[in-house]
């Protein structure tokens, strides 16, 4: 979503290197909300499943850092920040990636819209004659 948020900002006509570094800056902090909820639940699992938990924590947050360095060197007026931004963007996409993969059958996002499958098919009890 930050991803897609920062690219939109930056289609708008006429926008200055400043106003687009401040718009994302100001998005990037609100989506770090999201990395920081996801870590405390990382922290919280126990599943012997869940190996790797201060990597996986620290994944979510590659993405908004990407996008807040590059807010700042455009504010600072490097153009490097686009740079970072693509970055960002493709880190975004690296850790949707892998965070479906770690999901059991594709990803709850996923599962949400799948027909159930005939065993998961609940049928009400025949009735008694």
Known sequence: MLAISASAI??????GA???????????LLFTAFPVQAALRIRESRD???????????????TPVAYLVGALLLIAGAPAGLVVFAAGSILAIM????????????????TAFRPPRSAEVRRP?????
Do not use: H
């Open 18 to 28: 400043t106003s687009y570094g401040v718009a994302v800056l100001v998005i990037a």
């Open 48 to 62: 012997p499943a869940n190996r790797l938990r201060p990597l996986k924590a620290a994944l979510g947050f590659a």
């Open 95 to 110: 850790a949707a990636a892998a965070d479906l993969a770690g999901r059991p059958r594709g990803g709850a996002a996923l």
């Open 125 to 129: 009890p025949a009735a008694a004659a």
């Open 10 to 15: 930056g289609l708008i006509p006429g926008i």
